[in-house]
Nanobody, 120 residues
Framework: QVQLVESGGGLVQPGGSLTLSCAAS????????VGWFRQAPGKEREGVSC?????????YYLDSVKGRFTISRYNANNTVNLQMNSLKPEDTAVYYC????????????WGQGTLVTVSP
């Protein structure tokens, strides 16, 4: 069974950093676009960042995270990470990763999510 598992969430103070990791089983992430999404309480899910499949590697970022978040691949571990710096309370949400054919559409395999809480 294809599976994505997110890790790295937790409680952090404003201005702090976290690195989220998306690990895959029965799926080689290099061959897929991988996106990070988030859903805050009472809000709709939104796309945070995405990286297209290897040899393209085009990246996308939500405007509010540009310059603070970085998405990257770690091929040896078959993971895609989201480095989050200068975190703000409004970044608090459950973060999900998803994989599929293209960032522009077709991310069909989803993880269960990891909670990020930014609070003093």
């Amino acid at each position: 069974q294809v599976q994505l598992v997110e890790s790295g969430g937790g409680l952090v103070q404003p201005g702090g950093s976290l690195t989220l990791s998306c690990a895959a089983s029965r799926l080689i992430l290099d061959n897929y676009a991988v996106g990070w999404f988030r859903q805050a309480p009472g809000k709709e899910r939104e796309g945070v960042s995405c990286i297209n499949k290897i040899h393209d590697d085009t990246t996308y970022y939500l405007d509010s995270v540009k310059g603070r978040f970085t998405i990257s691949r770690y091929n040896a571990n078959n993971t895609v990470n989201l480095q989050m710096n200068s975190l703000k309370p409004e970044d608090t949400a459950v973060y999900y990763c998803a994989a599929g054919d293209f960032c522009e559409g077709g991310l069909e395999v989803w993880g269960q999510g990891t909670l990020v809480t930014v609070s003093p």
